[in-house]
T-cell receptor, first 111, second 119 residues
Framework: SQQGEEDPQALSIQEGENATMNCSYK?????LQWYRQNSGRGLVHLIL?????REKHSGRLRVTLDTSKKSSSLLITASRAADTASYFC???????????FGKGMKLTVNP | GAVVSQHPSRVICKSGTSVKIECRSL??????MFWYRQFPKQSLMLMAT?????????EQGVEKDKFLINHASLTLSTLTVTSAHPEDSSFYIC???????????????FGNGTRLTVT
């Protein structure tokens, strides 16, 4: 079953602005991962944050995790038109190798 | 980086025929691969977990006789949609995790997906 829920569902911003996407989940997790999908393509892994971590950075990406609120956020700074894509959060739960994906969020960065 | 190759990228078939989709890990070994299905503008739905040398584990509601999975080697898993019908039209995506990465605290590597259209 789908667990993660991204918010907002769609976001349109201008190049150079920051984009923030939120993800909520319901059960305890091992880690939370963010993926990006260009239209009609597979997913690309962006960043993984473990349940005992609170913040992680990778280039222009910043991810936070609040296990008490069961939520995560992905911040993309200084957005570019090439960042236009759908973004998904996914959680790993219990001892399972499976990932459960959220509904996704469509980000449009206008040049 | 780890590359997963999925083939074909697009296939159109007639109702009642079967279609095979291949998923290969090109530069790593993967004991476990995952098959997802994605409807337009929706999330990924896990169909099954493919295990090398053993039977696949199907998610609830997924017909194992309809979606045949074979994982014959550490680098190849196949999904066969048998007796396809228009409602099977969808985007199918495979993914794999490198064996050396261990269990769940590592990312999945995805193929580019297969767009199946059943007429």
């Amino acid at each position: 079953s789908q667990q993660g829920e991204e918010d907002p569902q769609a976001l349109s911003i201008q190049e150079g602005e920051n984009a923030t996407m939120n993800c909520s989940y319901k059960t305890s997790i091992n880690n939370l991962q963010w993926y990006r999908q260009n239209s009609g393509r597979g997913l690309v892994h962006l960043i993984l944050i473990r349940s005992n971590e609170r913040e992680k950075h990778s280039g222009r990406l910043r991810v936070t995790l609040d296990t008490s609120k069961k939520s995560s956020s992905l911040l993309i700074t200084a957005s570019r038109a090439a960042d236009t894509a759908s973004y998904f959060c996914a959680t790993s739960q219990g001892g399972s190798e499976k990932l459960v994906f959220g509904k996704g969020m469509k980000l449009t960065v206008n040049p | 980086g780890a590359v997963v190759s999925q083939h074909p990228s697009r296939v159109i078939c007639k109702s009642g025929t079967s279609v095979k989709i291949e998923c290969r890990s090109l530069d790593f070994q993967a004991t476990t691969m995952f098959w997802y299905r994605q409807f337009p503008k929706q999330s990924l739905m896990l169909m099954a977990t493919s295990n090398e040398g053993s039977k696949a584990t199907y998610e609830q509601g997924v017909e194992k006789d309809k979606f045949l999975i074979n994982h014959a080697s550490l680098t190849l898993s196949t999904l066969t949609v048998t007796s396809a019908h228009p409602e099977d039209s969808s985007f199918y995506i495979c993914s794999a995790r490198e064996n050396r990465d261990g269990n769940y605290n590592s990312p999945l590597h995805f193929g580019n997906g297969t767009r199946l259209t059943v007429t």
